[in-house]
């Protein structure tokens, strides 16, 4: 099995692509190491990747469609992971264009791609932020998710919706995961445990948004590479007992497509985050408490029956665990005592 992953060289897509290469699947990684982030971290996640045998890199745009179509037609891959994206909420605010180039045109390329070779399945990341206003707890997928906030959310949501006229068209499999708060060893420097992590060690004080109510569904990245890993495996299908006349959002009748939520289904208050990390790093937080920050929602929980329906997903990691193997990784990739 040949596995392209998009975005090898960023967090989920770099755990993913070790995880395939450790099992012996060649990996074709495509990722532009762009700026949005420091690049130097993107590059040492890559040079790992580069000491497997399996891993072939491609130093590519997805906007960039003539590469892309090449790629494809060169490489004809068994499955394709899209996991490159330009991500945060907040930056959407300040370069909409950014997003407009990587998540929906960049996604077009990939499922053009798809429909030139016929892979076994396509997996895709979508976002727990796509369910916008909804405010009923657990976010569920049969639930509509139609009230995006954020332009970020938008352009996942039509992926999604962009990937299931594709799989009815051209009969491609596949499946879209909504990822939540996802955490853990080489994580992004622009989310908030890289954040506080950063500033904690620093003496500087951390900005606590949402005076630190917030309630996040923090997921650990190694129980989103199992779900992951498990979908690789089990293409979508067709549901047989989709009723056009009452929609199922999450399956369909006429396409082999589906979504499914990747998250730990527990809520977890900042503040409780906020103080597993003082207990790991042996140091107490200097708080800035702040407002909520536009595109934000209050609480966010993954209802994930759906998930271990169809993948025996059981996510296992603990924050108490998780927080401390990202405290373990930070203390020794960046030398800090």
């Known amino acids: 099995m040949t596995v392209l992953v998009t975005g090898s060289a960023g967090f989920i897509g770099f755990h993913l692509s070790r995880r395939l290469l450790e099992c012996g699947d060649p990996v074709i990684g495509v990722d532009n190491l762009n700026a949005y982030y420091d690049p130097a971290l993107k590059a040492a996640r890559l040079a790992l990747l580069e000491g497997y045998e399996g891993y072939r890199h491609a130093r590519l745009d997805l906007a960039d469609r003539e590469g892309m179509g090449a790629l494809f037609a060169e490489t004809r891959p068994t499955v394709v992971v899209n996991l490159a994206a330009q991500a945060g909420v907040r930056y959407s605010l300040e370069k909409p264009e950014a997003y407009v180039d990587a998540n929906v045109v960049g996604f077009l390329n990939v499922l053009e791609g ?36 954020t332009l970020y959310a938008a352009t996942k949501l039509a992926n999604e919706t962009m990937a299931h006229s594709y799989s009815h068209l051209f009969s491609i499999p596949a499946t879209g995961f909504r990822f939540f708060t996802v955490y853990g060893p080489w994580g992004r420097p622009d989310m908030a445990l890289f954040k506080f992590t950063d500033a904690i060690l620093k003496g500087r004080p951390i900005d606590v948004y949402g005076e630190g109510k917030m309630q996040r569904d923090f997921t650990y990245v190694d129980d989103i590479v199992d779900g992951l890993m498990a979908a690789i495996a089990r293409p979508a299908q067709i549901d047989p007992s989709w009723d056009p006349e009452k929609p199922d959002p999450a399956t369909s009748g006429v396409a082999p497509w589906r979504i499914l939520n990747l998250g730990a289904s527990r809520r977890v208050e900042l503040m409780r985050y906020i103080e597993v990390l003082e207990e790991k790093l042996g140091r107490k937080a200097e708080l800035n408490l702040m407002p909520m920050q536009a595109g934000d929602v209050a609480r966010t929980e993954a209802d994930t029956e759906a998930t271990r329906a169809a993948l025996d997903y059981a996510p296992a990691t603990s924050i108490e665990i998780g927080v401390g193997h990202f405290v373990d990784w930070y203390l020794n990739y960046y030398g800090h005592n």
Do not use: E
Not at 118 to 141: C, D, E, I, R, W
């Open 114 to 149: 798809c429909r030139a070779v016929q892979p076994k399945h396509l997996v895709y990341a979508s976002t727990s932020s796509v369910y916008g206003a909804n405010g009923k707890l657990p976010f569920n997928v049969h639930d509509s998710a139609t009230h995006p906030i």
